[in-house]
């Protein structure tokens, strides 16, 4: 695994808390992703038990999409701590 966030790729998954989204966020991670597993609340404990049981790369970020403020002020915290998010939609 690198040490540099940007040597791969990242994602950012909305609806992680359960169901598809949470899925879809573990199985990016498991396939070396550094994965942004967003919610509406920070309640992904069983999210990031099971990336942490595996030792993937899964982030819990609260993101409320249907709040513009929400979604622009993720993605700025997401590049100013990780430097993370350099490609395309």
């Given amino acids: 695994m690198s040490k540099y966030f940007w040597d791969r790729t990242q994602a950012v998954v909305t609806g992680s808390l359960s169901g ?20 509406r609340s920070q309640k992904g404990r069983v999210l990031k038990s099971h990336a942490d049981k595996e030792k993937l790369s899964v982030k819990i ?7 513009n403020a929400s979604i622009k002020n993720t993605i700025e915290s997401i590049i100013i701590r ?3 998010i350099t490609g395309k939609c």
């Avoid at 970020?61 to 709040?67: A, G, P, Q």
């Fill in 20 to 39: 598809i989204g949470k899925e879809t966020a573990l199985m990016l991670a498991k396939h070396n992703f550094l994965t942004y597993a967003t919610m």
């Fill in 61 to 67: 970020i609260e993101l409320d999409v249907t709040k």
């Fill in 82 to 84: 990780d430097k993370a």
